[in-house]
């Protein structure tokens, strides 16, 4: 009877032996398949990235100088004679036809080309207090590259006054940060003549009258072909790339404003998809491989126009 017993429980010991070796093999190769589908899906991941790294490639750029007009639609500058160099400019560089500023008045626009967002800003009035927000100065700034604004009229440098003959401050979203240095803020006089000495990215901000707020569309398009045409050329053979745009429409358009980008690293002709101030400021913070300023994290850098 005892051995009888043993007989059993030695049975019973091997067919849970049997179990156990059964499902250790099944984990092993569910594991091993698991394995292999993963290794599958990274492959994938990673060439699918790679492809997505390529295709949004951005050029390598010297320098940025961005010149920012005052109130008016596209349909009142492209093809308008008043407007020749304008159009000149369009015409040699890449003329976006579906291109928005964000909202109205003009001091919240300027604040998101620069900043990605208003920072509650919703007039023309001097801030109550600075922000402390990132932005593209202090972005480039960061990342051991340079940055200055250059306004007309400004009388010196840092001046942080609301006006002052024709400049306004309201243009120039930089001297509302504390992370700026005041240094940045220089007036137009200070434009380097040696193009090389500009600053990794620069703002160029006309006075009242030369910038189509106070002055006319002829004024404000002679004003910019005798002050930055020579950047133009000098631009063509140092790497160096142009962008006019304007800060909002006449509030009659759909916010839809000229914008173009004149350099060598760009092809030429009208691209019509719908950007605005925020894919400009990403697409520069792209292009020297910056972080994000607020929205312009969200949206997407502009890339079908570089050669």
């Not at 600053?199 to 004003?223: C, R, Y």
């Not at 800060?247 to 719908?274: C, L, Q, S, W």
């Amino acid at each position: 009877m005892l051995r009888s017993n043993q007989l059993k429980k030695g049975k019973k010991v091997l067919v849970v032996k049997k179990w156990w070796v059964l499902m250790v093999s099944a984990i092993i190769i569910l594991n091993a398949c698991s394995q292999q589908q993963s290794s599958k899906n990274n492959t994938t991941d990673t060439t699918t990235n790679v492809k997505t790294i390529k295709e949004r490639k951005l050029p390598n750029i010297q320098h940025i100088v961005i010149v920012v007009e005052e109130n008016h639609a596209k349909q009142q500058i492209i093809g308008n004679s008043s407007a020749a160099y304008m159009n000149s400019l369009a015409a040699q560089g890449a003329n976006f036809t579906n291109y928005h500023a964000i909202e109205h008045p003009s001091q919240p626009n300027y604040l998101d080309l620069f900043s990605g967002s208003n920072q509650g800003v919703t007039d023309d009035r001097k801030p109550i207090t600075k922000f402390v927000s990132a932005n593209l100065a202090s972005e480039l700034l960061n990342s051991n590259h340079s940055f200055t604004g250059y306004a007309e009229d400004l009388p010196s440098i840092g001046f942080d006054g609301e006006s002052y003959k024709d400049y306004a401050r309201k243009h120039s979203p930089w001297t509302n940060f504390t992370n700026v240095s005041k240094k940045a803020n220089q007036p137009f006089s200070l434009f380097p003549k040696d193009f090389h000495q500009l600053p990794t990215v620069s703002f160029v901000i006309p006075n009242l009258q030369h910038d189509m707020h106070n002055g006319t569309i002829k004024e404000a398009d002679e004003w910019l072909k005798r002050n930055l045409d020579a950047y133009v050329k000098w631009a063509k053979t140092n790497n160096s790339l142009l962008i006019v745009t304007w800060d909002e429409d006449d509030t009659a358009h759909d916010n839809r404003i000229p914008t173009f980008f004149v350099g060598p690293m760009v092809k030429p002709g009208p691209y019509d998809e719908n950007v605005n101030h925020f894919n400009l400021l990403r697409t520069i913070e792209d292009i020297y491989s910056l972080s994000h300023a607020g929205a312009s994290n969200s949206v997407e850098p502009i890339v079908n126009i570089w050669k």
